[in-house]
């Protein structure tokens, strides 16, 4: 264990987010996502939700802050009725530790797989709310938060 970082946060995550560059993205996949026949780098985090997983993560990852929107969702598909009340968890997380109102752009559900292949990872989730796949892309650390 280490002081300062998020227990959920295991030793390969950590590594995975520490080997990401500047526009690189990660994929948080809820539990219907077909993540190993996707990832290039398949990490597991059965168990775990999205929102806390993601709250961890960005305690150290920071956003793009090139990019209009550094966060995608998956678009629900035509005439598919579901709700989507995570989507205000992510929004309020992302708030609260990147201070962006608007980061989360809406991409196709075959889009988003495609999108998803060329993720530098895909964290695999225990996540069973619908439609809660998520991607992040990776900004930069200036020097006055490296320490």
């Not at 292949?117 to 490296?146: F, H, M």
Request: overall charge negative.
């Amino acid at each position: 264990m280490l002081k300062g970082i998020p227990a959920i946060l295991s030793p390969e995550l950590l590594k995975v987010l520490m080997e990401m560059g500047h526009s690189d993205e990660i994929v948080l996949a809820d539990g219907n996502f077909p993540a190993a026949s996707h990832a290039q780098r398949l990490i597991r985090c059965d168990g775990h939700g999205i929102p806390e997983l993601l709250d961890a993560i960005l305690r150290l990852f920071p956003l793009d802050q090139y990019v209009e929107k550094p966060a995608g969702l998956m678009a629900v598909m035509p005439g598919d009725r579901t709700e989507t009340p995570i989507w205000e968890e992510y929004r309020s997380i992302v708030r609260e530790r990147e201070g962006l109102n608007d980061a989360f752009e809406e991409i196709e559900r075959f889009a988003f797989y495609e999108r998803a292949k060329r993720a530098y990872a895909v964290i695999a989730t225990g996540e069973s709310a619908l439609y809660a796949n998520l991607i992040l892309k990776k900004g930069v650390v200036g020097p006055e938060l490296a320490d």
